[in-house]
């Protein structure tokens, strides 16, 4: 039973990351560029609007996976020291850094929503938005980075 629920987990968990990684980087490299090209910036802002709402769901539920299975991967983990000893090895240290790179990753988010709201396609807001997008998908490589350096120790 432990090693279905620990792959179920790490399922779970690289699912939930190819979700919102994935949308992130669409919505950046193919969604964007196509409504700026279609709509001019007068349509952007709306229709970027609709498209992250209609996300958002999807979103909630891959960042409960997330913390769901991660917490419960980071403690089946032979390397994990134990709470709160973040500089016990290389280990906890690149989890350590990765959970500040989530944490950032959330505020980005928060970001991007409010700049999504706050106009109707003007040129700040698709500016606010392309750095919010740029910002998020360099987070999430680097998230995906910092789990592979973690998972060769």
């Known amino acids: ?18 979700m919102m990684l994935g949308f992130y980087l669409l919505l950046e490299s193919i969604f964007l560029p196509y409504l700026e090209g279609q709509a001019g910036r007068d349509g952007v802002g709306g229709a970027l609007h609709k498209i992250y709402g ?13 913390v769901v ?7 089946k983990d032979p390397h994990y020291p134990g709470f709160g000893n973040i500089f016990a090895n290389a280990w906890a240290i690149s989890m350590a850094v990765k959970h500040v790179v989530v944490i950032v990753m959330l505020g980005l988010g928060g970001w991007l929503y409010t700049a999504l ?6 040129a700040g807001q698709v500016k606010s ?24 120790l």
């Open 1 to 18: 039973m432990d090693t279905a629920l620990t792959v179920l987990s790490l399922w779970l968990h690289g699912l939930a990351t190819a």
């Open 54 to 66: 209609r996300f958002m769901p999807f979103v909630a539920v891959a960042f409960i996976i997330f």
């Open 129 to 152: 938005v392309k750095v919010a997008l740029g910002a998020m998908n360099v987070c999430g490589v680097t998230v995906l980075l910092l789990t592979a350096i973690a998972q060769s």
């Open 117 to 122: 709201r706050r106009g109707n396609g003007q």
């Open 69 to 75: 299975t991660g917490i419960y991967l980071m403690l």
